[in-house]
Structures are given as C-alpha cells and as structure tokens.
C-alpha cells in the first residue's frame, strides 16, 4: 500500500528506498509535526536504520522540502492544465476548482504537511516555494481578471478574491479524511458552484 500510493505521489523519484523514507517523514510530520519528528521516526517508519536515511536525503528539513515543492509542483501543473483552453472564464474556474479541491481532499496528508509546515522551511527553500505559490495566485488571478474583462464576474478586489479562491480549497486539506462521506470529485463540484457564486457569476 505504501510504496504504491509513495510510487503515484512521487514517480520521478528514484530509487524505491527514496519514496518510502519520503512516505515515512509524510506520516510523521502529519501525526506529530515537523519539530516533533526525528531521523529516527522517519527511518523506523521506513524500515530503515537512521543512518541509512542519510544515503538519499542529507538533512530531515531536505526530506520536508522535496516533499513540499512536489506537492506544489504538482499543484501548479494541475491548475494550469485546468485553465487551459479557450473556452470561458466560469468553465476554467469551474474546473480549477473542481481539481484544486479534489486533490486536496485525495491528498490531504500531504496537502496538509504542504500547506502548514512552511514555516519550518530554512529561508532559501522557503523562497523556492513560495515562487511556486505566487505562480499558483498568479494562474487564478488571471482567469478572475478574464471573468472581470468579460462582465462574467464581479468582484471587489482582484487579489482578494483569488486567495479567497485558493483558501477554501487548501482549507479542505484540514479535515476532510477517509471517513468522509462525500466523495473529492463530488466535494470539488460542489466548491466549484460555491466559488462561481463568490465571485457574481450568473446562471
């Protein structure tokens, strides 16, 4: 189970020890933090001895970056593939939405560990992701001011509105687990209907 869900989330990552020493710090970083976990909690989930996480990865904070520019990555990916097209401002947001939140909930550990332990990024790599989160605004943004240029939306402030945007989906990653009835495709499209409405779509 592991190493098939490390291979989906990770498959650029090689070898296979490198993806679950990843899956093993996810884990732990969502159950106890990232100060709270140690080497030695990342290896023995691995099934590793802690020196051996040391041949992949030189640093645990190594092991959180590469796991919180994936996520982003994958996200930016995502959205720009969602907007793509000519077809109309609410359609793009709509499927933005639909996948930005789908994903969120499907992945919600590591969106999770993604989105709040930026913190205990070191400055350099804090500046990597947080270049991949203003991509991610800027995408949004875009397809907002297209729907404001068109008359198809309408809102008060541009920026606002796109971290609105954004914010409601990410925040799904905070509770929705295993245990929640309702599906992410059908969580997706339901944010989806929510956010055409926040920002004065009609029909």
């Known amino acids: 189970m592991t190493t098939t869900l490390s291979a989906d989330l990770w498959p650029d990552v090689q070898p296979e020890a490198a993806r679950r020493l990843m899956m093993a710090a996810l884990e732990s970083f969502a159950e106890r933090g990232y100060h709270a976990t140690t080497t030695r909690d990342i290896a023995t989930g691995a099934g590793m001895s802690p020196a051996?996480?040391?041949?992949y990865f030189p640093s645990k904070v190594a092991l959180l970056f590469t796991i919180?520019?994936?996520?982003h990555e994958q996200t930016l990916a995502m959205i720009q593939q969602a907007v793509a097209g000519d077809d109309d401002p609410p359609s793009r947001m709509r499927r933005l939405v639909e996948d930005f939140v789908a994903w969120h909930a499907r992945r919600h550990t590591v969106a999770r560990v993604v989105q709040y332990e930026l913190h205990a990024l070191p400055e350099e790599e804090y500046r990597v992701i947080a270049g991949l989160r203003r991509k991610i605004e800027q995408t949004v943004r875009n397809v907002i001011v297209e729907g404001?240029?068109?008359?198809?939306?309408?809102?008060p402030d541009v920026k606002t509105a796109a971290r609105a945007v954004l914010s409601l989906g990410i925040d799904v990653a905070?509770?929705?687990?295993?245990?929640?009835?309702?599906?992410?495709k059908a969580l997706g499209a339901e944010y989806a209907e929510l956010t055409l409405r926040m920002l004065g779509a009609a029909g």
Do not use: C, H, M
């Open 52 to 55: 051996a996480l040391y041949v």
């Open 68 to 71: 919180s520019r994936s996520g």
């Open 148 to 155: 404001v240029q068109a008359g198809v939306f309408t809102v």
């Open 174 to 184: 905070r509770w929705y687990d295993e245990r929640t009835r309702k599906t992410p």
